[in-house]
């Protein structure tokens, strides 16, 4: 059940887009006009919580993860490294 009211939400924003962009099509981006200015606000403050679920979302997560173990990382010197990828 609230799959099918999050869906119903969603084809509801997605209609007024689309009739946005059909009207913006056909009369230009004056009809941008008429769309009313909401200003930003949030509910409530931005958490450590809310950056840790957009670095994980983003990918710099895994990034940090998987960067920590290259050879350089570990210690290891450049010149060890290319030696040992040329041999």
Same mark, same amino acid.
Do not use: W
């Given at each position: %059940?609230? +799959? ?8 509801? /924003? ?9 009207? %913006? +099509? +056909? ?21 450590? /919580? ?6 994980? %979302?983003? $990918? ?12 350089? +990382?570990? $210690? ?12």
């Amino acid at each position: %059940m609230t +799959h099918n009211m999050i869906m119903e939400h969603f084809e509801m /924003h997605t209609e007024d887009l689309v009739d946005l962009v059909t009207e %913006m +099509h +056909h009369n230009g981006p004056k009809v941008l006009l008429d769309v009313p200015d909401k200003p930003f606000t949030t509910q409530k403050p931005f958490t450590i /919580h809310d950056c840790a679920l957009l670095d994980e %979302m983003s $990918g710099l997560t895994m990034f940090v993860d998987t960067g920590s173990q290259h050879p350089y +990382h570990r $210690g290891l010197k450049p010149t060890a490294v290319i030696s040992r990828h040329v041999s």
